[in-house]
């Protein structure tokens, strides 16, 4: 994938420079919180059911700077936003559960999304997240926040990159010492809880646990997770040059703040409905209704129960489940075309079954051993 050039010297001192204006202080003493956007080759849409995903971060993302305040305050300018953020750690933060029905809208009405995004309740949220487990924090912090240009709200999960920002920024002004697994649950708590989307744990896995130019691969039922570097193709023709692969993002035209959209909510309701009928017409009603506590047999006995709606979102889980094992396979042996025939397959599966994304999402090429993945901003839920 090449060398990892982000952020630069000159990203880092713009944003210590940024800080130092913002406090007071001397730039040297600002701190700065690298958080990368991330894609998911294959996975997409099962991690809220307990399936296994792999994702990897990319040379993009989010850069926070900041210092300790000195007191309760936090205080915070953004990049990309209007405005000033201002609120104490010591107010208790209450969840705002604020999806609701919005459509998707053009790139050329991003400023409406900008505006409804309220772009401080990822940092509120942090700190219910932070409270929620009975952390006691005395110090805010001043900060300056920023993403890679155009890619907010673009299907790159910004919004979980932003949280994992906040949260290490807030640890590391109070003292706190956390693991990757924990500010997992953390972020999990400002999407779940404070945000009220129900998502799962794919995006703060593969940006707290990735590392860059590698697949990881997450049990998100079980947690347990590897990181799988890629194997270069092997050739008996040593003439030949060995290529590697590079990542396209290709971006649609269309945006979406998913706290804003009742479409991702109703998508996990339906794969909670798909099992809760699976796991009764299998004697075992009293499990959680997630599909992960189905077995396949069970789901290819009884799919032809399911009412249709249902029937397409259990559909998507099962064969993305095993697109995801075959494409590990193909990973770890360097075949670079079969992982990306699967891309194609899964990204299939997410519109017709799914049913979310734009037909682009199908404009993946290969050629050889390169392959181009094409990562589609953003996400259609409707």
């Not at 953390?186 to 998502?199: F, Q």
Request: glycine share 8%.
């Amino acid at each position: 994938m090449g060398e990892f050039s982000w952020p630069t010297e000159d990203e880092l001192q713009e944003m210590r420079n940024k800080v130092s204006e913002m406090s007071g202080r001397d730039a040297e003493v600002v701190r700065v919180v690298v958080s990368p956007y991330r894609i998911c080759p294959l996975g997409a849409h099962i991690d809220h059911q307990g399936g296994t995903v792999s994702a990897m971060t990319i040379n993009k993302g989010i850069l926070l700077g900041f210092v300790p305040s000195g007191d309760t305050e936090v205080v915070l300018r953004s990049g990309q936003f209007d405005g000033e953020v201002r609120f104490s750690i010591d107010e208790i933060q209450q969840p705002r559960n604020s999806v609701k029905k919005h459509h998707v809208v053009h790139a050329s009405d991003s400023a409406k999304i900008k505006e409804e995004c309220k772009w401080g309740n990822y940092a509120r949220g942090a700190l219910y997240a932070l409270q929620s487990r009975g952390n006691n924090l005395t110090q805010g912090i001043i900060g300056y926040i920023c993403g890679s240009d155009n890619l907010d709200s673009s299907g790159l999960s910004s919004s979980a990159a932003v949280g994992i920002a906040y949260l290490l920024a807030l640890e590391s002004a109070n003292g706190m010492n956390v693991s990757p697994l924990d500010n997992i649950e953390y972020d999990r708590l400002i999407e779940n809880g404070y945000l009220g989307l129900r998502n799962g744990i794919l995006d703060q896995s593969a940006i707290l646990l990735s590392r860059y130019g590698c697949l990881m691969r997450m049990d998100c039922k079980s947690k347990e997770y590897e990181i799988i570097q890629p194997r270069e193709p092997q050739n008996s023709d040593k003439t030949k040059i060995q290529k590697s692969y590079k990542v396209l993002l290709a971006f649609s035209g269309l945006r979406c703040a998913l706290t804003n959209n009742p479409g991702y909510n109703c998508r996990v309701a339906e794969c909670q409905e798909a099992a809760k009928f699976l796991l009764c017409a299998s004697g075992k009603a009293e499990m959680d209704p997630r599909l992960c506590n189905v077995e396949e047999e069970v789901y290819e006995a009884h799919k032809n129960e399911l009412e249709p709606t249902l029937a397409k979102r259990a559909e998507h889980y099962f064969t993305e489940n095993r697109r995801v094992a075959k494409g590990l396979e193909a990973w770890k042996s360097g075949n670079s075309q079969d992982f990306g025939k699967l891309i194609s397959a899964s990204g299939l599966s997410s519109i017709y079954n799914y049913e979310c994304g734009t037909t682009l999402i199908l404009s993946i090429v290969f050629l050889y051993t390169l392959v181009l993945i094409v990562v589609v901003c953003t996400y259609i839920f409707i």
